[in-house]
């Protein structure tokens, strides 16, 4: 028999739109720099993790619950879901969780938007909004930042058409650590209107100290309104990947029909539990973090007196295209920081000790 097909070009097999689509970048490994460099270890601010290990009580979840993990979770999440609705006043019935924030808004646009609708946010912002949007069909909008690298919501505003069906905002904004106000946040949901869905993302709440910026979770009397959050930031939980959102009941209900059954599983269900317990403890940290992120920008102003306030846990130098080259040198000293090609460098707020390693390295390389 003649295989009249071993010679013939492959035939395409996956969408060769998604060919132009960037990667997903995540923070590179501090042990595979230690070795290439034969330092005793490297050190990560690229990856907004909090470095003070794990919640008290987590671990210790997390390890009864994985002696059932021969059985399947409760995909209800019925538990957490509680927890957190009397934790944050909202019913269940708003509540859905996921494999991490970032997945719940990948499910928002699957339950939104269908091919050539349009999915509008600002950038820069998180980085994986163009991969979600194109991976569902959908159309991009970007709406450049405003000179403070935040959030042009007037300009957001003009740019939604009768085509656009999901709104992000980012809020901080990822990964400029810049955060909208109250006022402007209430224009720019008058102007939009009640037919599109906007997704207030606040993976970053915790750290928020400035007054002015409005806790997303106020907005809920508005139908159309979506908070996002995380349990990877603040509450320690980055490795279990748990997120969850608030919304209508319609809108909460959409989102479990089209979520991965499973995906939030036991482990992080556990640790969560058990994370929601340490309040005190978690409000402690943000504090610290809080306080490293204002001496670390005041210093960072020194070289670079544009780097804006930031409401996360994480700063922005707006290096432009210095960003990749200033990236390289942080790794050449052992510190690893996450630069954005063409427009600046994301630096993860952590210990004094690495903070003061990263400011040195900084020093050397914009003074």
């Known amino acids: 028999m003649t295989d009249t097909g071993r010679h013939q070009p492959p035939l395409r097999l996956t969408r060769a739109d998604l060919d ?55 995909m209800g999440v019925v538990a957490l879901r509680a927890a957190l609705a009397e934790r944050y006043g909202v019913d269940p019935d708003r509540i859905a969780t996921g494999c991490g924030s970032v997945a719940l808004a990948e499910h928002l646009v699957r339950a939104t938007c269908l091919p050539g609708d349009e999915l509008l946010y600002s950038w820069r912002s998180f980085e994986a909004y163009p991969i979600i949007a194109a991976t569902s069909g959908a159309s991009s909008v970007r709406v450049p930042n405003d000179a403070g690298h935040g959030h042009d919501l007037a300009a957001m505003a003009a740019a939604v058409t009768d085509r656009t069906r999901m ?77 969850w959102l608030v919304g209508a009941p319609e809108v909460a209900a959409a989102v479990r029909k089209v979520v991965t059954p499973f995906s939030t599983s036991m482990a992080a269900q556990a640790g969560a539990l058990a994370a929601l317990a340490q309040a005190d403890e978690v409000e402690r940290r943000c504090a610290l973090v809080v306080a490293e992120r204002d001496r670390v920008t005041a210093a960072l102003r020194r070289f670079v007196p544009d780097v804006p306030s930031s409401q996360a846990n994480f700063v922005w130098l707006p290096l432009g295209e210095r960003a990749v080259e200033f990236g390289r040198a942080c790794e050449a000293r052992g510190v690893i920081v996450r630069p954005f090609p063409g427009d600046g460098v994301r630096v993860t707020i952590g210990t004094p000790a690495e903070n003061d390693a990263f400011l040195a390295v900084a020093e050397a390389a914009l003074s």
């Open 20 to 74: 132009a689509l960037p990667n997903y970048v995540p923070g590179r490994s501090p042990a595979d720099l230690a070795r290439e460099l034969g330092l005793a270890e490297a050190i990560k601010l690229a990856s907004n993790e909090v470095p003070y290990g794990p919640l008290p009580g987590v671990v210790e979840a997390v390890a009864e619950a994985v002696a059932g993990s021969h059985r399947y979770p409760d």
């Open 167 to 243: 709104v992000l905002v980012c809020n901080p904004n990822n990964p400029t650590g810049t955060a909208v106000h109250g006022p402007e946040l209430d224009r720019f949901l008058d102007a939009v209107g009640d037919d599109v869905l906007v997704v207030i993302d606040e993976a970053y709440r915790e750290f928020v100290t400035d007054p002015q910026v409005p806790d997303g979770l106020t907005y809920l009397d508005r139908p159309n309104v979506v908070v996002l959050r995380t349990l990877s930031k603040a509450w320690g939980l980055a490795g279990l990947r748990i997120g």
